[in-house]
């Protein structure tokens, strides 16, 4: 969810699956949702957003398991769709390194409120990209993917998540468009304070696997990086190493979640933000054990939040199954809407999405026997 | 010449038989780009490698170098490849 929704007339959730993309067209109460889809049927979809600042704007980050990667808009949420005339691909070999191709895009952000039009896109492999045409136009950032040492950075395919490594949570400061943050699921979080001309990793206080060295770069895993709305110099972490929080222009992370309960950890993909309240989080915990079976520790999915920065943290499972539930969820599939009683909403790995109009209070579920969830993202067409 | 679609690229033709001009294999799908925006992309990644489940045949015979050249007359048969069962 975005602060800079246009319309706030009734809600969409935007759901990014394996096999398609659907849109749940939501009422005023969020009770009755009619379903739109499937879009892209057999596509795999990373992700689906709509352009805040129009309302009108949806991209949908697509790929086929036997083409390449594309870029589908659409301008009339979904009724048509036009593919990107030049999406994300990288450039020819420079620097004396080897020539990459995108595989897919993974991550789209909309750019700040004062650049109608700009679009940010993170790849895997890794790459960050920016379009200046709502979406019609990509071109590279060779500043980070063909700079030698953000290719050591990236590491290897080795490195990287099982369907490649990630650019992702490429995130505006909604203050200052020139200033960005990005997060790599191999190779740490960055920042740039000139538009992305030059960044810098933002690694202090961040742990790695136990094993390697905290002071390479390349071993920082963050799985989801935000910033607060309503205090863009607060960020937040999920990490494949804890959770944190960092208070600029502090550049140390303090992991925050050392205070989630012991027996259920702080390991987990996604993070979802309170839009007007910087001390308000969500995190969807998973089991980091021995093997990382990314599945709800001890199979009972439940939401925690916190309302004091990460500082306690409160076990939200009502209306979530109690027993034998073994989920996983995605680093996009986890969201908020923008409503005055804030609406959550996660989707699953095994097809289901779950709703929350309640802060996380009660769940309730929407949907099941959807393909594999990649991204959930809610939005307030025009 | 003559080119086969395979059914995941049909949406850009609109037809599973077009037809195409170029003495190269690369020449070839730069043609049918420039007729079928796009098209060449979800094919040929950005470094000119043919993507990994893209096959082309000419008279049987399987191509993987985009300057292969190519008769005028020829039939280029643009396959999606199996990847398993």
Redesign the interface.
């Known amino acids: 969810m975005d602060t800079q929704d246009a319309g706030r007339g009734n809600p969409v959730i935007l759901v990014a699956t394996r096999k398609g993309a659907w849109i749940y067209h939501g009422d005023r109460e969020r009770q009755n949702w009619r379903v739109d889809g499937p879009h892209f049927l057999g596509h795999i979809i990373n992700h689906l957003r709509l352009d805040p600042r129009d309302g009108r704007t949806l991209l949908a980050a697509a790929s086929t398991g036997h083409l390449g990667p594309t870029i589908f808009r659409s301008t009339d949420l979904g009724q048509t769709w036009q593919e990107a005339a030049k999406p994300p691909a990288f450039g020819p070999p420079i620097n004396g390194l080897e020539g990459r191709a995108v595989d897919h895009t993974f991550w789209l952000t909309p750019g700040h409120a004062d650049q109608p039009g700009v679009w940010y896109a993170g790849t895997s492999p890794q790459g960050l990209f920016r379009s200046e045409d709502g979406g019609v136009n990509w071109a590279p950032f060779s500043c980070i993917n063909d700079d030698a040492q953000y290719r050591q950075w990236f590491g290897t395919v080795q490195d990287g998540t099982p369907d490649g490594p990630k650019l992702h949570s490429i995130t505006v400061d909604p203050r200052d468009a020139q200033h960005l943050y990005f997060a790599m699921s191999g190779g740490g979080v960055h920042e740039s304070l000139d538009g992305g001309q030059t960044f810098a990793p933002l690694i202090e206080g961040m742990e790695v696997v136990g094993g390697f060295d905290v002071n390479e770069v390349t071993f920082h895993d963050p799985h989801c990086l935000r910033l607060c709305p309503s205090n863009p110099d607060r960020l937040y972490q999920q990490n494949h190493c804890g959770i944190y929080r960092l208070d600029r222009p502090a550049r140390r992370w303090q992991r925050i979640g050392r205070n989630m309960p012991a027996d259920v950890g702080d390991i987990g993909f996604p993070l979802v933000l309170h839009p007007r309240d910087d001390n308000r989080l969500w995190v969807f915990p998973m089991d980091g054990s021995d093997v990382w079976p990314r599945t709800s520790p001890g199979g009972q999915p439940a939401v925690y939040g916190s309302c004091d920065g990460g500082e306690t943290w409160q076990r939200h499972g009502i209306g979530l199954p109690a027993s034998q539930a073994w989920w996983t969820v995605k680093r996009q599939a986890m969201t908020s809407d923008h409503e005055d009683c804030l609406g959550l909403y996660f989707g699953t790995t095994s097809g289901e999405l779950w709703q929350s109009r309640d802060e996380g209070l009660h769940w309730e579920c929407l949907a099941r026997h959807l393909p594999e969830i990649y991204a959930v993202e809610t939005a307030y067409p025009k | 010449m003559r080119v086969l679609i395979p059914s995941?690229?049909q949406s850009y033709t609109g037809q599973p038989w077009v037809a195409a001009e170029g003495r190269t294999v690369d020449q070839v799908l730069l043609d049918l780009d420039r007729q079928f925006?796009?098209i060449r992309?979800?094919?040929?990644?950005?470094?000119r490698?043919i993507?990994r489940?893209?096959r082309l045949f000419l008279a049987g015979e399987m191509l993987f170098d985009p300057d292969h050249p190519l008769p005028a007359d020829g039939e280029l048969h643009i396959v999606?490849?199996l990847?398993g069962g």
């Open positions: 995941a690229l925006p796009g992309f979800r094919m040929v990644d950005e470094q490698r993507r489940h893209i999606q490849a990847s």
